[in-house]
């Protein structure tokens, strides 16, 4: 779960409802109507700018938004180096047995390649493929989220354009000019919070997201290259944390200090 994402939208909500509050009651904006124009607007247009296969998959990625847990760089780190001491020890092959245990599809695929035989550079090429198909479909998430925060705003301001024309409409009933100006504010209102709050940070994240995933899928990519070359587990490690920020490295830094056993005084 991403306590981020979640912070971020209560505390949003939770500041607009305190906001409107301390003048009035929430009563006044809330209104079917314009919720309506707004969302089923969005959707609308959605639907006609793309796929409706797409659109459907990137409803499915929501939760990505919210329960998406990342990858530990460090993690795989450790893992992937202590499979090329194993390959160092015992030969390829060994690290077969260890392959079960392995719960990400991406490096089990890559290691099965390795114990099968298959060439280095066929190995690379099938898994940049699968990097650039990844991508591509989380592309399209963050498209589609970034295209709906521009037309929640523009679907407000039909909402209360079609609220003006009622409101001229009617001009003779002066005592009616305030509600209806109020009812055709909210529209813009209600565009304007979903774009901003929802729809436009939703694509960002999906783009850092995959943009965070392809960094990790390129890092076990150049670990198999090495494993599959029988390169020494320490340079290894070494070239792997060049993948990582400084950060993140100097804490894989401190773990490994910390399994040296310091050295008896004689």
């Known amino acids: 779960m991403d306590i981020a994402t979640i912070l971020g939208v209560l505390s949003g909500v939770g500041l607009v409802v305190w906001s409107i509050t301390q003048n009035s009651g929430l009563d006044i904006f809330i209104n079917i109507p314009s919720a309506a124009i707004v969302a089923g607007g969005t959707f609308a247009?959605?639907?006609?700018?793309?796929?409706?296969?797409?659109?459907?998959?990137?409803?499915?990625?929501?939760?990505?938004?919210?329960?998406?847990?990342?990858?530990?760089?460090?993690?795989?780190?450790?893992?992937?180096?202590?499979?090329?001491?194993?390959?160092?020890r015992e030969g390829i092959l060994a690290i077969e047995k260890e392959i079960v245990n392995i719960k990400d599809d991406f490096i089990k695929k890559g290691l099965m390649q390795i114990v099968d035989g298959v060439d280095e550079r066929t190995?690379?090429?099938?898994?940049?493929?699968?990097?650039?198909?990844?991508?591509?479909?989380?592309?399209?998430?963050w498209e589609?989220?970034?295209?709906?925060?521009?037309?929640?705003?523009?679907?407000?301001?039909?909402?209360t354009l079609i609220g003006l024309v009622q409101m001229?409409?009617?001009?003779?009933?002066?005592?009616?000019?305030?509600?209806?100006?109020?009812?055709?504010?909210?529209?813009?209102?209600?565009?304007?919070?979903?774009?901003?709050?929802?729809?436009?940070?939703?694509?960002?994240?999906l783009k850092r997201r995959s943009h965070q995933e392809s960094i990790m899928m390129n890092l076990v990519?150049?670990?198999?290259?090495?494993?599959?070359?029988?390169e020494n587990p320490k340079l290894m490690e070494s070239k792997l944390k060049k993948f990582l920020s400084k950060e993140d490295e100097k804490k894989l830094d401190k773990s490994s200090n910390k399994k040296i056993p310091p050295k008896k005084k004689k």
């Open 123 to 141: 190995i690379d090429n099938l898994l940049q493929i699968e990097i650039v198909n990844t991508v591509q479909r989380h592309k399209v998430g």
């Open 168 to 205: 001229l409409a009617n001009l003779n009933d002066p005592s009616t000019i305030g509600p209806k100006m109020a009812v055709a504010l909210i529209t813009t209102f209600y565009g304007s919070l979903l774009s901003n709050l929802f729809f436009a940070p939703m694509s960002v994240k």
């Open 221 to 230: 990519i150049e670990a198999l290259r090495s494993i599959r070359q029988g």
């Open 45 to 88: 247009a959605t639907f006609v700018a793309y796929p409706m296969t797409d659109v459907l998959r990137v409803f499915g990625m929501v939760q990505r938004v919210f329960l998406f847990k990342a990858a530990n760089p460090k993690k795989i780190i450790e893992m992937m180096v202590k499979l090329a001491e194993t390959a160092k």
């Open 144 to 159: 589609i989220f970034g295209e709906m925060a521009n037309y929640a705003p523009a679907f407000g301001m039909v909402g």
